[in-house]
């Protein structure tokens, strides 16, 4: 089944990415993209779509007071750079949020989940599922960098900072800030651990404790209850101890 979707975003790079992350999802249909969300306003007044996305920070009204303002609302996904806007945005009944830099991964989770919703919702046949679902694996793995290619960009103070996914050796959370440690840098950056780790690869990354992910490639011994990176000991608390143990030995 197909899902029509449009992109509220006012900054040109970050609406070309979104672009880019629909037409690499066979069963999603971009009607419309927008700068302006006025502009979106009165095209949503006007006609119907299945799923919106919509970042926050806008100039003339917000994504949150457009959501507000919208009598009928289609499926919300909000994208954004700054994550104390993820309460609000659950309150308003959005179906996910999307913390920007958002990595092709992360957004077909969210529009699987969009997906799944909306075919509940209006159920039909659909004989033709495996060979989308065929094609969505092959687009993700065909573009999917190397390993030593990939990389992340993460705010750091006013700037956003590059980082390579196989120079990151492991990462500390406190509440709303990541400390990444790499072989080049230590990064601090105002993200959640958990949005964080949305964005990391599942074959290489793994979370140890609740204040710790570590990289696969940088674990140099491994311990009952701790793990070796590096001359640095972190520890591998019980919730995750099991989940750590499966990953090492696959």
């Not at 999802?25 to 779509?49: C, H, I, M």
């Not at 992360?106 to 599922?129: D, G, I, M, W």
């Not at 440690?181 to 979370?207: G, S, W």
């Amino acid at each position: 089944m197909s899902h029509t979707c449009i992109i509220v975003e006012d900054e040109p790079l970050a609406r070309s990415l979104m672009e880019t992350y629909v037409q690499k999802v066979p069963y999603l249909q971009l009607v419309q993209s927008f700068s302006d969300p006025l502009k979106a306003l009165d095209f949503l007044r006007e006609n119907t779509v299945d799923i919106l996305f919509s970042d926050i920070q806008m100039p003339e009204i917000t994504g949150i007071t457009l959501l507000k303002i919208l009598q009928k609302k289609p499926l919300i996904i909000l994208t954004t750079a700054y994550s104390e806007y993820a309460i609000e945005g659950y309150e308003l009944d959005v179906l996910d949020y999307l913390l920007k830099p958002i990595t092709f991964e992360r957004f077909l989770k969210s529009v699987e989940k969009a997906s799944l919703r909306l075919n509940t919702s209006n159920p039909e046949p659909q004989p033709q599922a495996p060979v989308i679902q065929e094609k969505i694996i092959k687009e993700v793995i065909v573009n999917q960098p190397d390993a030593t290619q990939a990389f992340i960009f993460v705010k750091d103070g006013t700037k956003l900072v590059k980082i390579r996914l196989s120079e990151i050796m492991y990462i500390e959370g406190l509440k709303d800030y990541v400390t990444i440690y790499t072989t080049q840098q230590k990064v601090v950056a105002l993200q959640t651990l958990k949005a964080l780790e949305a964005q990391l690869p599942e074959t290489q990354f793994i979370r140890i404790h609740n204040s710790y992910i570590v990289a696969l490639e940088w674990i140099e011994s491994v311990h009952r209850e701790k793990v070796q990176i590096g001359k640095v000991f972190l520890p591998i608390s019980d919730t995750y101890r099991k989940a750590f143990k499966e990953f090492i030995e696959r």
